[in-house]
């Protein structure tokens, strides 16, 4: 990371906890590593991008409905799924220190710093190398280019290493009331099963036909041994997924399409398409005939958001050899019963809400307007602004409190709103700026004569005055998710 976007990644972190976006978890123990919660702007951001996938998935798409399946399930899921086996990361310990790391981790900070160095050609070699050995799940491989690489523990400075064994990333607790008689079940690390197993119940219940989606939203949880860059990699997170079942044989055909409409998605919001790549995988999960990441270049490089996966009929075959239950479908038009194929789209919540901030937020050197020198705006699409207008009384009086109140009572029945009075106007606008407000109403002097009030636009720091009656209808149509959606 350059110095600048090092800095500016930094300013966003310490934005997300002054304005009560996002505060380190139990921070008055310290802080818990990798788990985050989300303050009183930060709930509402997240709640707002969740409302923004979930119309766009199943108000928007006749054929794909939403299910909320629980986080416990049976834990013979997750050895169907393959989860239980092959949901590893290749780790290594220093013997001094005792600390552990991600193998794969070590070697992409050596290839950053040749990188950092200009010893690009190094870097690129070690790339291939750690690429070759983790394509072959070549552990020994791993451990060979650490030492080679004279990689040393950041800790204790020695380079005393472990061999490099494979160590299962889901989090297990104990099930029942007895420990002897207690069953182990684990947190889900994806929230995708719980949609393979509801596959039946919910294509009967909802009277579904190929080709349909199920989508749903919630909690994953992984024990991610290296706890990176804020919110990116977390241990406890929320996905969003949807699972697209389709006649086998078609899912190419879905697969592009599927990866068009959620790049789409993404740029609905105004987010500059220079931002955004897509990244195809070279080495395929052994569900997965394709797979491509989207990727958004946040301060510390281009980074996956979402993947796109065509996972084949893996998933219903592994559940319908490991239950016993049969998973196919009878397809009418073809007469013909099968196990569906799958596409799946899977964004993190969290960083889809990273992304959101840091690509809305802005330091403005301003010079002469509205007599302050700078200011801190999130420009936030009005949709997703965790709050849409603020109401504020120039003055706390001449009865300008109870104008402001009669509005902000109308309007909240609506939005999501803050009312104001303390502070001068100025610092009141540059609070609303910080956490992106779009809109600010002010009440003055002449909205008690004629019943106008000014609407003030984040953005463009421009004033115009409006009749209060009409302020119902501004606001639902600058606000209206119906702008949003009709762009996807
Ligand atoms: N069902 C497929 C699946 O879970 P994944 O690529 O492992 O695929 C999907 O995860 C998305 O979940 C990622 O693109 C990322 O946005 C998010 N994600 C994964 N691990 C995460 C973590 N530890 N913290 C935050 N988000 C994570």
């Known amino acids: 990371m350059n110095k600048n976007n090092d800095e500016l990644f930094k300013n966003v972190i310490s934005h997300a906890k002054e304005y009560g976006f996002v505060f380190p978890s139990s921070e008055i123990y310290d802080g818990l590593s990798a788990v985050y919660d989300y303050g009183e702007f930060?709930?509402?951001?997240?709640?707002?991008?969740?409302?923004?996938?979930?119309?766009?998935?199943?108000?928007?798409?006749?054929?794909?409905?939403?299910?909320?399946?629980?986080?416990?399930?049976?834990?013979?899921?997750?050895?169907a799924s393959g989860h239980v086996d092959g949901f590893n990361d290749p780790m290594i310990d220093n013997k001094d220190s005792k600390k552990r790391y991600r193998a794969d981790n070590l070697l992409e900070d050596r290839i950053a710093k040749y990188e950092k160095d200009g010893k690009t050609a190094k870097a690129e070699k070690l790339q291939g190398d750690m690429e070759k050995a983790l394509k072959e799940d070549n552990l020994n491989a791993l451990r060979d280019l650490i030492v080679e690489h004279e990689i040393a523990c950041p800790i204790s400075g020695t380079r005393n290493w472990t061999d490099v064994r494979q160590f299962n990333l889901m989090f297990s607790t104990q099930f029942g009331a007895t420990s002897d008689g207690a069953e182990e079940v684990y947190l889900r690390p994806e929230t995708a099963q719980g949609i393979f197993v509801n596959f039946l119940n919910v294509q009967k219940t909802a009277r579904?036909?190929?080709?349909?989606?199920?989508?749903?939203?919630?909690?994953?949880?992984?024990?991610?041994?290296?706890?990176?860059?804020?919110?990116?990699?977390?241990?406890?997170?929320?996905?969003?997924?949807?699972?697209?079942?389709?006649?086998?044989g078609t899912e190419m055909e879905w697969y592009a399409k599927w990866k068009e409409e959620r790049l789409k998605w993404h740029l609905a919001v105004g987010t500059n398409p220079s931002k955004y790549r897509y990244h195809d995988h070279t080495k395929l999960a052994h569900y997965a005939n394709a797979a491509v990441d989207i990727e958004f270049e946040f301060p510390f490089g281009f980074k996956e958001v979402e993947g796109i996966h065509s996972r084949t009929d893996f998933d219903l075959s592994q559940h319908q050899e490991y239950s016993g239950k049969k998973m196919q479908y009878f397809d009418p038009e073809i007469n013909q019963n099968y196990v569906p194929y799958v596409i799946e789209t899977s964004i993190g919540l969290d960083r889809m809400f990273l992304l959101t901030l840091i690509n809305a937020y802005e330091e403005q050197d301003l010079s002469d307007a509205e007599k302050t020198d700078s200011r801190v705006v999130l420009r936030l699409h009005p949709c997703l602004a965790p709050?849409?207008?603020?109401?504020?009384p120039l003055?706390?009086?001449?009865?300008?409190?109870?104008?402001?109140?009669?509005?902000?009572?109308?309007?909240?029945?609506?939005?999501?709103?803050?009312?104001?009075?303390k502070d001068s106007i100025g610092k009141r606008y540059r609070r609303q700026d910080a956490i992106g407000t779009p809109f600010c109403i002010t009440v003055d002097h002449q909205s008690l004569e004629d019943n106008t009030v000014t609407i003030r636009h984040r953005d463009s720091m421009e004033q115009e005055r409006v009749a209060a009656d009409q302020l119902e209808k501004i606001i639902g149509d600058l606000v209206s998710w119906k702008n949003l959606l009709q762009k996807i």
Not at 232 to 244: A, I, K, N
Request: net charge positive; glycine share 4%; charged share 30%.
């Open 208 to 248: 579904m036909k190929i080709p349909f989606g199920i989508a749903q939203i919630g909690k994953a949880f992984r024990n991610e041994v290296i706890a990176r860059q804020f919110i990116m990699r977390m241990r406890e997170f929320e996905q969003m997924e949807m699972q697209f079942f389709i006649r086998p």
């Open 395 to 421: 003055t706390k009086k001449d009865g300008l409190p109870e104008k402001a109140r009669e509005i902000m009572d109308k309007l909240k029945l609506d939005h999501n709103l803050i009312y104001e009075e």
């Open 387 to 392: 709050v849409k207008a603020a109401v504020l």
């Open 42 to 79: 930060g709930a509402e951001l997240k709640n707002n991008i969740k409302t923004y996938w979930w119309k766009s998935m199943v108000q928007m798409h006749e054929n794909i409905v939403g299910i909320d399946s629980a986080i416990f399930m049976h834990p013979k899921i997750w050895k």
